[in-house]
């Protein structure tokens, strides 16, 4: 039995992918924690769910479509995927409704009834999820729920249950263990299998009427009813571990539909947010790996949006083709904003989310990774601009082509002309290795030089400032500019031009 | 031809007293307890080292042994071999187990067990044997009498025995239905499996990285009483099946051949010592065969080396140093002289393992011996001093000497390590002059390890080793030795190169 609503064919492995720190990096960069809090809507495995699930990129447009939908048919069948959530929470959580602290699990025969005592109830659990969906089946138009309906169904007919039923019951051995064997080594018995004991009428019963031989133990002997729990746990052992691995296969079921609903109900939180405060979103295209798309409308980012109640601006990009964005321009302009808007729709649309735009269709990539400007150092093994190496290093370990890299502001921490040159060092070799580059940069001597190439693929944006200094937050494309109008923030803070005194 | 008794000694009657044996005393000192432990050690045989107790001082035995070892280093000789040792071991440990167990259904359950593997393992020897052409007397005595063995009446009937009561025993299959504290017994008929049912309907349930929740069974040989009384029910069960088992117990309790039992020990003898051999051999050390003689002139080896050492080298990847060491005409006593920790020791050691093991008949560490048998090996190597004797060290290490000479004859070998060294350097030159003496006296073959340059040159039955140091490094020694006056003088010039305090650096510095 298989979930299979993040991927049509096959269970995709949850675990990190990237090394934690680089993890850890791309989400404080990226401040994805907002994102992540937005879609748990204070359920602590909500947030679970998607920090894992969220930075999985996946890397095929048609399992991104596959999401989409999925997440579509939820939202639009909001109950009664609540409901069958509620029905894998309670699977996934079947130990704590059976009590079975005290069983020592070191014979087959205890074993055995550990796990009957766990299936009965996830048996239950079986018999409610088909009939909600033998209920609600019809309603659902995606690919996966349609998929996922159509295997309860298979799976779970209603004489499989009650043949499982059945066997449960035959399982507690309400008529004593039944096994046979042969002689071994030194008459030793060996090679047991196990057997149903037949029914005996209450004739038989009577009469005693069976052939054979037969002994009875002591009821104060102790060890004789230990020899024959061991001697029923040779037969047993087989079944024992069926029917255990069994229990755990039906829970783990249950955990993987938890856990892969709560993504979808982790997305529907976010969008009751987003709505709430009336940010655009939408699905957007994903195109494939190595085509070189970004093109948007209004996109704006998630983080800002949830962070605050005032109106968040958007961009509009057409970077088609466009295999290197520098961005240029005023501090306190939104470059930093919209690298990270950059970044985080492109994590969500690979996620199979919907992105807070009102239009975007990108192409696939094989991971986001981020090198932003940090404040401080403190590991205090390296000096900042060493830091700043070693952190490109342990990027470079693991990105590989198709991917997208994210520069903030990277190798400020030296002098401009040595920041520059390796800055454009590491740029032409990611370039070079086909992956793309999103660089904000307050360093004119980097853009220039790189504006100067008159290269085709390379898109240049700036951020907008009025001539009165006024900021629209908004991306256009220009040539880099010798300044960045610190003279603004000057002026801001201090109430007076630099030079003015 | 039926004569064959025994693959290890030509008269047979040699090895009554095997184990009633100990170690002779000059084991501990020339490592040979170690040598020997590592030789024997894994086999199921306790008393296997005792047959290295025993030297031979017969040439002609010595070369019985020799063939034996020939024939066995070929691999088409050696596997039938290693095999039948290893099908006796497990009949042994079968019938070990029938011995130890208490029900008597278990016992002749086991007993059976023990004699189907002797039947199949004599058989395939039997085969195996007439594959083979063994070029030894001893093994061509042996594929004689397993030969006549096999086809004898004894064996036949004892196989044909096996083979019924085995089969018989194998067909049977019981119920055992355990309610509450009730059991019932009864012959098997056709039920069938549940676990299939269980896995056909669970299998929707299966995954491919489910864990193993079986529990690993003790599984011991004896049987609980609950076990006893069910085999005890199946026994009424299958009464003409266990009448049968009960008469061939009786009838072959004595089934067991006793020169193919007696070869089944001693052949383990060659075949430990063989295993050992080949770990050093890997390593591209090599063993011979050596030449027996009477003549203490003709003494000789070539690449020799220390066997314990060399197998505590393999353990920690060292690679080892050879030596050469040889008599000529008058000599007798080799006097090993050389820097300390320079491996003179070693080589003293080297040359008593060569002897001894020669005369145990089996190969010894060099490319090439010359050996003669000796009647004794004497050591005399430094003891701790003990209170219980109330003497001092070197009163001690006297009446030892006294002992040893009382003892020895002219056939015999004396090793003597640093002797007579806790004495002034004049009283030790004195004493050592004086028993080296009495030993060329005797005339018997010694080795004597001194730091006295002077002993070396004491008579011409004296031949002198040197052990050498790298000439660029003095500090650094190279394990071997040299026949050459013992002077000291090389190691002083290569301390002099060292410290460019050789005698032309010298002048040029001091001239500058």
């Not at chain 1, 069976?210 to 002591?218: C, K, L, M, N, P």
């Not at chain 1, 938890?258 to 993504?263: G, H, V």
């Not at chain 1, 990108?362 to 000096?383: I, Q, S, Y």
């Not at chain 1, 880099?480 to 030079?499: I, K, L």
């Amino acid at each position: 039995m298989r979930v299979r609503l993040l991927h049509p064919e096959r269970d995709i492995d949850l675990s990190p992918r990237l090394p934690n720190t680089l993890i850890f990096l791309t989400e404080d960069d990226l401040e994805l924690q907002r994102l992540y809090k937005a879609m748990a809507g204070g359920d602590s495995f909500l947030l679970e769910v998607a920090k894992k699930v969220v930075p999985l990129s996946v890397a095929d447009p048609d399992i991104i479509v596959y999401r989409q939908h999925i997440l579509a048919d939820c939202m639009a069948n909001r109950d009664v995927v609540e409901q069958m959530y509620a029905i894998a929470v309670e699977g996934d959580e079947v130990r704590r409704k059976v009590y079975l602290a005290g069983l020592v699990f070191r014979e087959p025969g205890q074993i055995l009834s550990g796990s009957l005592r766990l299936l009965a109830p996830l048996v239950e659990n079986l018999k409610q999820l088909r009939r909600l969906c033998d209920e609600h089946a019809g309603q659902f138009r995606s690919a996966g729920m349609r998929q996922l309906t159509a295997m309860i169904a298979d799976q779970l007919s209603d004489d499989y249950l009650q043949q499982l039923a059945d066997h449960l019951a035959e399982l507690n051995l309400p008529r004593g263990t039944l096994l046979s064997a042969a002689l071994g080594p030194g008459n030793k018995g060996r090679d047991y299998t196990l057997h149903v004991p037949p029914r005996r009428g209450w004739w038989d019963k009577f009469t005693g009427n069976h052939t054979g031989y037969g002994f009875e133990i002591d009821p104060h002997d102790e060890h004789g009813s230990q020899a024959l729990v061991e001697l029923a746990g040779k037969a047993l052992n087989d079944i024992a571990n069926t029917v255990t691995q069994s229990a755990d296969h039906v829970r783990g079921f249950f955990g993987r539909l938890r856990a892969e609903l709560a993504f979808y109900l982790g997305c529907i939180n976010l969008h009751d947010t987003l709505t709430k405060a009336e940010v655009p979103t939408c699905f957007p295209e994903p195109t494939p790996i190595g085509t070189r798309t970004f093109t948007c409308r209004d996109l704006r980012d998630v983080g800002l949006c949830l962070a605050t109640d005032k109106p968040v601006s958007g961009n509009a990009i057409d970077a088609d083709g466009t295999s290197l964005i520098v961005v240029t321009g005023a501090n306190e302009g939104g470059k930093s904003t919209f690298l990270r808007s950059v970044g985080t729709a492109q994590l969500m649309m690979q996620a199979g989310m919907f992105v807070t735009s009102q239009s975007l269709r990108a192409n696939v990539t094989n991971g986001v990774f981020t090198h932003f400007k940090r404040e401080e150092d403190n590991t205090m093994t390296h000096g900042k601009f060493d830091e700043e190496l070693a952190r490109i290093s342990a990027i470079v370990d693991f990105i590989g082509p198709q991917s997208v890299l994210l520069c903030n502001e990277s190798f400020a921490s030296t002098n401009e002309r040595e920041g520059a040159e390796i800055a454009r060092g590491i740029i032409d070799a990611m370039l070079e290795c086909g992956v793309k580059v999103v660089y904000v940069t307050h360093m004119y001597d980097l853009a220039h030089s790189l504006y100067r190439r008159d290269n085709a693929e390379y898109l240049f944006l700036r951020a907008e400032r009025r001539p009165d200094g006024v900021r629209t937050f908004r991306m256009k494309p220009a040539q880099p500019e010798p300044t960045s109008y610190g003279e603004d923030s000057f002026r801001r803070v201090f109430g007076a031009p630099a030079g003015a005194q | 031809m039926a004569a064959f008794r025994s693959i290890l000694f030509t008269d047979p009657d040699a090895a009554n007293d095997i184990d009633d044996l100990t170690a002779p005393d000059c084991f501990a000192d020339l490592y040979l307890d170690q040598i020997i432990n590592d030789v024997v050690q894994g086999n199921a045989d306790e008393r296997l080292d005792r047959y290295f107790y025993l030297p031979l001082h017969d040439a002609s035995a010595v070369i019985y042994r020799h063939e034996v070892f020939r024939d066995l280093e070929r691999d088409e000789v050696r596997a039938p071999m290693e095999a039948f040792v290893v099908g006796m071991r497990t009949m042994r440990q079968r019938l070990d187990r029938s011995g130890r167990l208490w029900h008597p259904l278990q016992r002749q359950g086991w007993f059976v067990y023990a004699v189907q593997e002797f039947c199949d393992t004599v058989a395939a020897l039997g085969d195996e044997l007439g594959r083979i052409t063994p070029s030894s007397r001893g093994l061509r005595e042996f594929a004689d009498y397993v030969a006549s063995y096999v086809s004898g009446d004894r064996f036949r009937t004892l196989v044909a025995g096996i083979g019924d009561v085995q089969a018989e025993l194998r067909k049977i299959r019981y119920m055992v239905h355990i309610e509450g504290l009730k059991v019932h017994v009864d012959r098997y008929d056709g039920q069938p499996d549940y676990s299939l049912d269980i896995a056909a309907t669970f299998d929707r349930f299966a995954s491919e990285t489910a864990k193993d929740y079986r529990v690993r069974m003790k599984d011991f040989p004896d049987m609980n009483h609950v076990e006893e009384q069910i085999l005890q029910c199946v026994a009424r069960l299958y009464p003409e099946q266990f009448k049968r088992l009960d008469a061939f117990c009786t009838q072959h309790r004595t089934y067991l051949d006793a020169t193919i039992s007696r070869f089944d020990r001693e052949v383990n003898f060659y075949l430990s010592y063989l295993a050992f051999v080949r770990r050093f051999t890997d390593a591209g050390l090599r063993f011979s065969y050596p030449s027996i003689t009477d003549d203490p002139s003709s003494i000789r080896a070539d690449d020799a080396f220390d066997l314990a050492l060399a197998a505590k080298a393999a353990k920690d990847g060292n690679t080892m140093v050879c030596n050469d060491f040889h008599l000529t005409g008058p000599e007798r006593v080799f006097v090993i002289t050389g820097p300390n920790q320079g491996g003179k020791t070693t080589l003293a050691r080297t040359i008593g393992q060569l002897a001894y093991l020669a005369a145990l008949g089996c190969p010894v560490p060099a490319s090439q011996a010359t050996l003669t048998l000796p009647d004794d090996i004497h050591t005399h190597f430094e003891r701790q001093e003990t209170l219980a004797t109330l003497h001092g060290k070197l009163d001690n290490e006297l009446v030892r000497i006294h002992d040893i000479l009382s003892r020895a004859t002219p056939a015999t070998i004396i090793v003597m390590n640093e002797s007579f060294a806790s004495t002034t350097v004049d009283d030790s030159l004195q004493i050592g002059a004086e028993v080296l003496g009495r030993i060329i006296a005797l005339g018997c073959v010694a080795v004597y390890v001194t730091f006295l340059d002077e002993l070396a040159s004491l008579h011409r039955a004296c031949v002198s080793m040197v052990g050498e140091v790298e000439h660029d490094d003095p500090t650094k020694r190279t394990f071997k030795f040299t026949r050459r006056p013992a002077d000291g003088l090389a190691y002083a010039a290569a301390l002099a190169d060292k410290y460019r305090l050789a005698r032309d650096a010298l002048v040029r510095r001091i001239g500058q």
